[in-house]
């Protein structure tokens, strides 16, 4: 009997993990090349034979988020290679190379038709958008993982071009996409919900089988008419003092710090930078003012318009756990509080 084939595997990745280099060269038009590069050659290795990556596809970070034709280019070149399935990443935590990762995946499940997978860290914002799409393997935050993760994913992409199906540690790191599937119960459902009813009724415990999702909710505050206005700046961007003497991470941040402005007209690039994983800083620190517009706010307080707060509160919102981002900002309310201010502008990434 002849032996299987491997399956033709295209890998999606960007300039950093194919080898280009890193931020001066996130511009890097999308392109294809035989074979595996990076981490193809772990995907190759670990599958024992199963996976033969035909093809690598790469496209600069940046590239693929400001120029909207590169979707549809990597989509062709991805095409070209005629593959059996596509394995994207895994991005792990990097902001811009998970949007570049899942946007690949779902463009070539619906047009190709064939299986993807991509792997992304459990914080990561992409997951919530995408997770009903795509397949996701959960990793961890940083290319460090690489050796766990990626052989996972190779794993899991071979079973389903098999048609097996997965095993429970398998289906344990992948992302719950909230499929429901069809069971037979022994009751019909007007049964079992009359019977939920009475037990509400008569105050027993009943539990739903449609567990509905409770988000906070939080009411708007009155709109400030005060003439002039106070008003603080706040951001999540990762703007810090050079050389980072408070010790910040540059996300999965705990607290916040405060920045002094009471004798700055704008913010300047010999005192400040950017320290944040979640986009290129490079912009920020050639002038802070691009993420906090210190600028702009002197010169409406010099028009009487604004009073603004002497102190800029500053954190790293990139993968922040919810508790923690709670905190920071339950932390940052207070100083405002107790400040006086009633109104603040919040400038992310």
Do not use: W
């Amino acid at each position: 009997m002849a032996a299987e084939r491997p399956y033709r595997i295209v890998q999606y990745l960007n300039q950093f993990y194919a080898g280009i280099g890193g931020e001066d060269f996130a511009l890097t038009a999308p392109y294809g090349q035989d074979g595996p590069a990076g981490p193809g050659r772990l995907l190759e290795a670990s599958s024992k034979g199963a996976i033969n990556v035909v093809g690598t596809v790469a496209c600069g970070d940046n590239k693929f988020v400001e120029d909207p034709g590169a979707l549809d280019e990597i989509l062709a070149l991805i095409k070209a290679y005629a593959p059996d399935a596509l394995v994207a990443g895994p991005a792990f935590l990097a902001g811009r190379y998970g949007e570049a990762c899942t946007e690949v995946c779902r463009k070539v499940k619906e047009n190709l038709c064939i299986p993807v997978i991509t792997g992304l860290a459990p914080e990561h914002p992409a997951i919530e958008r995408f997770r009903r799409d795509i397949p996701i393997v959960l990793t961890g935050a940083n290319g460090a993982d690489m050796k766990n993760s990626l052989p996972v994913m190779g794993g899991i992409i071979v079973k389903t071009l098999k048609g097996e199906g997965l095993s429970e540690a398998e289906e344990s790191v992948l992302v719950k996409r909230g499929l429901k599937k069809n069971v037979s119960m022994e009751q019909t459902a007007a049964v079992r919900a009359v019977e939920m009813l009475l037990k509400k009724y008569r105050g027993e415990p009943f539990e739903t089988e449609i567990p509905i999702p409770v988000n906070e909710t939080v009411t708007p505050a009155p709109a400030n008419t005060e003439t002039p206005l106070g008003i603080a700046l706040v951001t999540d961007g990762g703007l810090m003092y050079r050389g980072n003497p408070e010790r910040m991470p540059s996300g999965r941040c705990e607290r916040f710090y405060e920045i002094d402005i009471a004798n700055h007209d704008r913010l300047s690039k010999d005192e400040l930078d950017a320290h944040h994983f979640g986009y290129d800083t490079r912009y920020v620190a050639e002038d802070p003012n691009r993420l906090v517009p210190l600028d702009a706010a002197r010169a409406y307080e010099r028009e009487g318009r604004l009073v603004v707060h002497p102190v800029v509160y500053a954190t790293a919102g990139a993968g922040a756990a919810m508790e923690h981002a709670a905190n920071i900002g339950r932390g940052i309310a207070q100083k405002l509080i107790d400040a006086g201010i009633r109104a603040a502008i919040l400038t992310s990434t």
